[in-house]
């Protein structure tokens, strides 16, 4: 059973930065692709990023050049470093591990951590 659990988020005002972290467990992560997606209130759940077990990164648009994923396989962990935060960045952020295939649709994952909330204030 893989286990997912995410920390780090938080109140920022815009143009600050926060860390989200998901530590894995149950899984061979080294292994593992991961992903990030995220929903505000009332909208649906939308991709952020994903990155491959080779290390290869994808972003969402609406992200690039101001967030950045990473993993660290010593600490089955995985990251989301968001610079630059924007108030429409606001929503709760869950990770994901896919249950065969990677891609940016959520329906691909059927691991999912419990959500950190991320608010960013204008």
């Known amino acids: 059973q893989v286990q997912l659990v995410e920390s780090g988020g938080g109140l920022v005002q815009a143009g600050g930065s926060l860390r989200l972290s998901c530590a894995a467990s149950?899984?061979?992560?080294?292994?593992?692709?991961m992903a990030w997606f995220r929903q505000a209130p009332g909208k649906q759940r939308e991709f952020v990023a994903f990155i491959t077990s080779g290390g290869g990164t994808y972003y969402a648009d609406s992200v690039k050049d101001r967030f950045t994923i990473s993993k660290d396989n010593a600490k089955d962990t995985v990251y989301l470093q968001m610079n630059s935060l924007k108030p429409e960045d606001t929503a709760v952020y869950y990770c994901a591990a896919p249950s065969r295939f990677l891609g940016t649709s959520p329906s691909m994952y059927n691991y999912w951590g419990q959500g950190t909330q991320v608010t960013v204030s204008s």
């Open positions: 149950g899984r061979i992560f080294s292994r593992s692709s």
